[in-house]
């Protein structure tokens, strides 16, 4: 595999050969994970028994019951196609990314122009293998959306194989302004001192003029091709346009070399055309890199979805003591956090949907709904970890072992959240589930909440040295004994 690897990064392939091997390595009472899965029964609905608990009617008219129902189906399990204007007239194909690459694109010789909707890392990593697979590119960034992502070097400094392991530091984590971060003198000198917000403010720009100079959007042929319309509209602080990794060195010179860019809204499909704002390309097939939407949506009636925290659209009524735990939220994020009062300047469109009000990103307010958690409801750079710190809370709540808080208590606490999140990561932030820099703080409370230790490194090399998995080696045998001094 090292041929495979950049930097210490490594084909998602690999990743997937672990989760086979995980589902059959993970045997429980004579059962594997795997035994226990029910493959192709797509659930239909859910609905809250009277007497408690819940039941699951799936897609075959079968159904369950279950007293306590955890909803681990994430954000990526739907994918999401935008409504666009007259594609029933396009007369090539169209396809969402999660289908790329299991279909015959890049072998079919038919297939010569392709064209790749979105502006995120997905969209990059198509963009890049098309153009290598000799097809003519156009990449198309919308101009009515937050632009296209940052791109961070893979590489290291110092100690550091590569900037993810950076990334995820408690080191690095302090230089974010995180509501999941203890109050404490660590906090107060970095952001809420203006010695420290400026020391903070040169390092974050520091890194983003770093990723800019990486990429030199301007200096590559940028009039060319359009490649300087890859250019952030935001600071990589703010994460407003997302954030990737470049894990290929040559992705910049395939890009600025071989892809067309355009940074122009869709106006209609004419035959095998596109025709954007100002242009109009001939395509074969167009590939909508445009992410995903939430799997709840098709099992989880409306108003039960708004009881239960989740977000519903604005023409469902919500319940109208928010506006009041929101204003007050966000004013107290304001004066812990003084360096979020001024955000760039940013494209933002009027909310289409209610935030997640989950506690703890998992757990609805409501008292009625405290049998049902949803876990992989956050978006982070490191999926592994959320995983199995929010598997182990979820575990203790549903053991009894964690305390209620009142409903009062809970929901100021994710009004906090929410408020944080949105002036955090402005757009992206919208939907109060947005983590991307906050992963390290969050899975510490949580981890703490519990009873168990979080950080789980001695000295200081717990605040400078990589928080990976293996970190977690023994922690949930420390729950159980924990949890046996509880029972006793």
């Given at each position: 595999m090292d041929d495979e690897t950049y930097y210490n990064f490594f084909p998602a392939k690999y990743v997937a050969q672990y989760l086979e091997s995980f589902v059959d390595s993970k045997i429980y009472s004579e059962k594997s994970l795997r035994q226990r899965i029910k493959f192709n029964s797509p659930v239909q609905a859910i609905q809250k028994i009277k007497e408690g608990g819940w039941h699951i009617i799936i897609s075959d008219n079968q159904g369950l019951s279950t007293s306590r129902l955890i909803v681990a189906a994430g954000l990526t399990s739907q994918p999401n196609i935008p409504n666009l204007p007259g594609h029933g007239s396009f007369t090539g194909t169209i396809l969402h990314h999660?289908?790329?690459?299991?279909?015959?694109?890049?072998?079919?010789?038919?297939?010569?122009?392709?064209?790749?909707?979105?502006?995120?890392?997905?969209?990059?990593?198509?963009?890049?293998?098309?153009?290598?697979?000799?097809?003519?590119?156009?990449?198309?960034?919308?101009?009515?959306?937050?632009?296209?992502?940052?791109?961070?070097?893979?590489?290291?400094?110092?100690?550091?194989?590569?900037?993810?392991?950076?990334?995820?530091?408690?080191?690095?984590?302090?230089?974010?302004?995180?509501?999941?971060?203890?109050s404490g003198w660590i906090e107060h000198l970095l952001h809420g001192t203006a010695v420290g917000r400026r020391l903070v403010d040169q390092i974050w720009g520091k890194i983003d003029a770093d990723a800019r100079r990486a990429a030199d959007y301007d200096g590559r042929h940028g009039e060319k091709n359009g490649f300087a319309n890859l250019k952030p509209d935001t600071p990589i602080f703010w994460q407003n346009d997302s954030t990737g990794v470049n894990q290929r060195p040559d992705l910049w010179d395939v890009i600025a070399e071989k892809v067309k860019v355009y940074r122009q809204d869709i106006v209609k499909f004419d035959g095998s055309s596109i025709v954007l704002t100002k242009d109009k390309i001939e395509v074969d097939t167009l590939i909508c890199a445009t992410g995903w939407r939430p799997s709840y949506h098709s099992f989880v009636d409306p108003s039960l979805a708004r009881d239960l925290g989740l977000p519903v659209s604005t023409?469902?009524?919500?319940?109208?003591?928010?506006?009041?735990?929101?204003?007050?939220?966000?004013?107290?994020?304001?004066?812990?956090?003084?360096?979020?009062?001024?955000p760039p300047h940013y494209h933002s469109?009027?909310?289409?949907?209610?935030?997640?009000?989950?506690?703890?990103?998992?757990?609805?307010?409501?008292?009625?709904?405290?049998?049902?958690?949803?876990?992989?409801?956050?978006?982070?750079?490191?999926?592994?970890?959320?995983?199995?710190?929010?598997?182990?809370?979820?575990?203790?709540?549903?053991?009894?072992?964690?305390?209620?808080?009142?409903?009062?208590?809970?929901?100021?606490?994710?009004?906090?959240?929410?408020?944080?999140?949105?002036?955090?990561?402005?757009?992206?932030?919208?939907?109060?589930?947005?983590?991307?820099?906050?992963?390290?703080?969050?899975?510490?409370?949580l981890l703490a909440e519990m009873g168990v230790k979080s950080h789980r490194k001695t000295g200081v090399g717990d605040f400078w040295t990589p928080c990976v998995a293996d970190d977690l080696k023994g922690v949930l045998q420390e729950y159980l004994d924990h949890k046996a001094l509880q029972d006793r």
């Open positions: 999660k289908d790329f690459g299991s279909s015959s694109i890049l072998a079919n010789s038919r297939v010569k122009r392709v064209a790749v909707l979105g502006g995120a890392k997905s969209a990059a990593d198509i963009a890049y293998a098309c153009a290598k697979g000799g097809k003519a590119v156009s990449w198309i960034i919308r101009a009515s959306g937050s632009g296209p992502a940052a791109f961070a070097s893979a590489q290291g400094i110092g100690p550091y194989k590569n900037s993810n392991e950076l990334l995820y530091t408690r080191l690095t984590a302090s230089l974010s302004p995180s509501v999941w971060m203890p023409d469902v009524t919500a319940k109208p003591e928010w506006q009041d735990l929101d204003a007050a939220a966000d004013q107290e994020i304001l004066t812990r956090f003084p360096r979020l009062r001024n469109s009027p909310p289409t949907s209610s935030p997640f009000r989950l506690y703890k990103h998992m757990l609805s307010t409501h008292p009625a709904y405290h049998d049902i958690l949803f876990l992989g409801h956050i978006a982070v750079g490191n999926n592994f970890r959320a995983a199995e710190v929010q598997a182990l809370w979820a575990t203790a709540y549903l053991d009894g072992v964690l305390r209620k808080p009142s409903r009062a208590h809970m929901e100021e606490e994710v009004a906090l959240g929410v408020a944080w999140c949105r002036r955090r990561y402005l757009t992206k932030g919208e939907l109060g589930h947005w983590l991307y820099y906050d992963l390290i703080p969050y899975t510490d409370a």
